[in-house]
C-alpha cells in the first residue's frame, strides 16, 4: 500500500527478534479467567483403543460454541484488554476458526471485532462470522494478504491487532486445554497434538510439562505444510511452502515466534502424516466416533493409524480433536478418499468380452463374493488388442482390504489383462 512503510506491517506482540515464551503462572490466569465463558469440553476413552493398543481419550474440542479450541486463546485475549482498547475493538486476519471465535467473544463482551478474510475464505465461515457480530472485510488474495490489510487498519484506526496463533495471550489460553487433560486423565502417559502455527501444542505442552515432566509431548503435521518439523531442524522459525492439504487448518507456512520459542524445548517428538492417513483419520472418527472432525483436528489420530508412533502402544493418550469446521463438500470427498485408503474404494480395468452377456458375466463374478458396484464405464475406440473385447473401468465398494485381495484374485483367475489402483484413469 502506498505510502506506508514496513513498521505499518509489524505486530508489536510477535517480534521475531524479541521472541516471548510464556510462562506456566500465565496459563493458570487464563484458565480463572475464561472458566464461565467456554466450554469444559469432555476426553472419553474411544472406542478404537481396542485395536490401535493405544488406550486412547479424545479431548472433543469441537464442541466448543463456535467449533474449536480457538475460543480459550480468543477469550482470554480479549478479556485481557484495557478498557480503552475494549471500546475501541480489535482486528484479525483470519480464513476460519479464529475469525469464529473472535467473533462470537467479541459480541458476548462487548468489544468490537473486525476480521479481514481472503477470497478464498469458504462462504459459509464469512456468513457465521457476520452472524457472531463481527465486522467483516472479505479482501485479499490469501491469508498473507488478509494480514498486511488488518495491520493497516490497526495502524490507522487503533484496533490491537490479534494473531490467532502467536499472541502471548492466545498461547497462554490454548494452554488451559492442557490443564483440564491432567485432571480428566489422571496419570496419562502422552499427548499428540495437531501442529500449524504452534499456539496449541506451545500452550498446551506448557501446562502438561510444567505439572508432569514425564508426560511426553509429540506434534503432527500434514506433509503439505512441514513448517515446524523444518523449523526445529534449523533451530529457529523457517519459511516452509504449503500445498493444497485437507489439514488446511494447520497449513501455516511460518510458525509463530512466540509459540517457537515456548514449544520447541518441550516437544520431544515431531512426525508428518501423509494425506491419505489424514483422510482415514475422518473416516474413522465419523464410523466409530460419530464425530464429525476437519483435517486440521483429526491429524493427531491419524499419525497414529499411519503407524507413525509405535512406542505408544500399551500407554494412555491424549489426542485432542481440535476442531469440527469442516465443509460439507470436502467431508464428502474426505470420507471417498479414506474409503479409498482403507482398501474399501477400489477403482479396476478389465478387459472382457464384447459379445452379448460380456459385462454382464463381470457384474455378475464380483457379485457372487458380495462387493458393491458403483460406477462403470466401458471403452471400445481405443482399445487395439481385440475387435471382439471391451475394456470396462469399474468403481467398486469392498468390506475391507481382506475383501478386496479376494476380488483381485477372483477377477485375474477370470481375465487377462486386468489393471488395480489409484493411478487407473
Aim: include cysteine.
Amino acid at each position: 500500500m502506498s505510502g506506508e512503510s514496513d513498521e505499518d506491517f509489524k505486530d508489536a506482540f510477535c517480534d521475531p527478534e524479541n521472541p516471548i515464551a510464556i510462562q506456566f503462572q500465565e496459563v493458570s490466569a487464563a484458565a480463572y479467567k475464561i472458566k464461565g465463558g467456554i466450554e469444559r469440553t469432555p476426553c472419553p476413552k474411544s472406542h478404537m483403543s481396542s485395536f490401535t493398543g493405544i488406550e486412547i481419550f479424545f479431548k472433543k474440542e469441537y464442541l466448543q460454541h463456535t467449533g474449536s479450541f480457538k475460543e480459550r486463546g480468543a477469550r482470554y485475549t480479549l478479556m485481557m484488554l484495557s478498557a480503552e482498547q475494549k471500546k475501541i475493538g480489535v482486528v484479525a486476519a483470519s480464513a476460519g476458526n479464529h475469525a469464529l471465535a473472535l467473533a462470537f467473544h467479541g459480541t458476548s463482551l462487548k468489544i468490537p471485532v473486525y476480521v479481514v478474510m481472503p477470497i478464498i475464505a469458504p462462504i459459509m465461515k464469512v456468513s457465521m462470522c457476520r452472524h457472531y457480530g463481527a465486522e467483516v472485510l472479505v479482501q485479499g488474495a490469501d491469508i498473507n494478504e488478509s494480514r498486511t490489510i488488518a495491520l493497516s487498519m490497526a495502524k490507522k484506526s487503533g484496533f490491537m491487532y490479534i494473531n490467532g496463533y502467536d499472541h502471548p495471550h492466545i498461547l497462554a489460553g490454548q494452554g488451559t486445554m492442557g490443564l483440564e487433560i491432567v485432571e480428566q486423565v489422571p496419570d496419562v502417559d502422552a499427548v499428540v497434538i495437531p501442529v500449524g502455527g504452534g499456539g496449541l501444542i506451545a500452550g498446551t505442552a506448557l501446562a502438561i510439562k510444567s505439572l508432569y515432566p514425564h508426560v511426553t509431548v509429540i506434534g503432527a503435521e500434514s506433509e503439505r505444510c512441514a513448517s515446524f518439523s523444518t523449523s526445529i531442524e534449523a533451530g529457529h522459525p523457517v519459511y516452509t511452502k504449503a500445498s493444497s492439504t485437507l489439514a488446511d487448518g494447520l497449513a501455516v507456512p511460518l510458525v509463530g515466534v512466540n509459540a517457537f520459542a515456548t514449544a520447541a524445548p518441550l516437544i520431544d517428538k515431531m512426525v508428518v502424516v501423509s494425506e491419505d492417513y489424514i483422510a482415514l483419520a475422518i473416516l474413522r472418527l465419523v464410523e466409530l466416533e460419530k464425530c464429525v472432525v476437519e483435517g486440521a483436528g483429526a491429524t493427531g489420530l491419524a499419525a497414529v493409524l499411519a503407524g507413525l508412533l509405535p512406542e505408544l502402544k500399551g500407554k494412555k493418550v491424549v489426542i485432542p480433536l481440535c476442531g469440527g469446521n469442516i465443509d460439507t463438500t470436502v467431508l464428502g470427498r474426505c470420507l471417498e478418499r479414506g474409503l479409498a485408503a482403507d482398501g474399501r474404494l477400489l477403482r479396476f480395468v478389465v478387459t472382457v468380452s464384447d459379445r452379448p452377456g460380456g459385462i454382464a458375466e463381470l457384474t455378475k463374478l464380483i457379485s457372487s463374493i458380495g462387493v458393491s458396484l458403483k460406477d462403470i464405464f466401458h471403452e471400445r475406440a481405443w482399445l487395439k488388442s481385440d475387435i471382439f473385447s471391451v475394456q470396462v473401468k469399474c468403481v467398486v465398494e469392498t468390506r475391507d482390504q481382506e475383501h478386496a485381495a479376494e476380488m483381485e484374485r477372483l477377477l485375474r483367475s477370470h481375465y487377462n489383462h486386468v489393471q488395480m489402483g489409484p493411478h487407473i484413469i
